[in-house]
């Protein structure tokens, strides 16, 4: 059973255009999270969630939007594409305040053409 | 604000040998990790570091955490080729979300 999952795996759009990734987890945490990793590598938090409730909200451009219907569930839109988006996009989860570590989705690799 | 620094950024081993990889934080934090990513793959967890002097071991991989010196290290011993990958360090506060290093990546050969 795959613990955090994430669609679509590969994302191929053109600027301008709006799309969604979705992430869910079937361990019974109650944070998710929405990771960046550009193409250096470099991985950055953009969004947090608590219980369905934003905590973690990073200098991100108002085009990216997260939302949560529920804890097991959390997914990401973006408007507007542009060139710089393309990256991978990671979800991860974990009880909050715990000792334990965030485990991650397979990614999401977007690009914007 | 807390960030998190590696090095090396890349580490070109021999088969046999043995590295380290270093992790420096700046602030306090509650805990540090280490993850491992293949190529094209996510992320994997292979240690959780709690408190000072902690040393935890899997297989070849050895990690260790200075919380007085704000160091995390990474030791690899007898390096093989299925060690190959990158390595990131991250370290938060409680409930917070991970900050990671620029990670390691390893490339082992004969």
């Known amino acids: 059973d795959t613990a955090v999952s994430q669609t679509p795996k590969y994302l191929v759009t053109q600027m301008g255009n709006d799309k969604s990734i979705k992430c869910e987890q079937n361990?019974?945490?109650?944070?998710m999270y929405w990771y960046k990793q550009d193409s250096k590598k470099f991985l950055k938090i953009m969004f947090s969630?608590?219980?369905?409730?934003?905590?973690i909200n990073e200098t991100v451009p108002n085009r990216f939007s997260p939302k949560s219907p529920d804890k097991a569930h959390l997914n990401l839109h973006i408007n507007s594409l542009e060139l710089g988006d393309s990256a991978v996009y990671f979800c991860?989860?974990?009880?909050?305040?715990?000792?334990?570590?965030?485990?991650f989705g397979p990614g999401t690799r977007l690009t914007v053409l | 604000e807390l960030k998190v620094e590696q090095n090396p950024l890349f580490l070109s081993m021999q088969e046999g040998k043995n590295y380290t990889i270093y992790c420096n934080y700046s602030t306090t934090s509650d805990r540090l990790y280490w993850y491992r990513q293949d190529p094209g793959k996510s992320l994997e967890s292979l240690f959780v570091?709690?408190?000072?002097?902690a040393v935890k071991q899997e297989g070849r991989l050895m990690a260790s955490l200075d919380t007085k010196a704000r160091l995390s290290t990474l030791h690899i011993t007898a390096a093989v080729h299925d060690l190959s990958a990158t390595y990131f360090c991250a370290a938060n506060q409680a409930g917070t979300a991970l900050i990671f290093g620029k990670g390691t990546t390893l490339s082992v050969s004969s």
């Open positions: 570091l709690l408190s000072n002097g």
């Open positions: 969630y608590n219980n369905k409730e934003l905590i």
């Open positions: 361990l019974g945490h109650d944070t």
């Open positions: 991860a989860s974990q009880y909050r305040g715990s000792y334990n570590e965030q485990f």
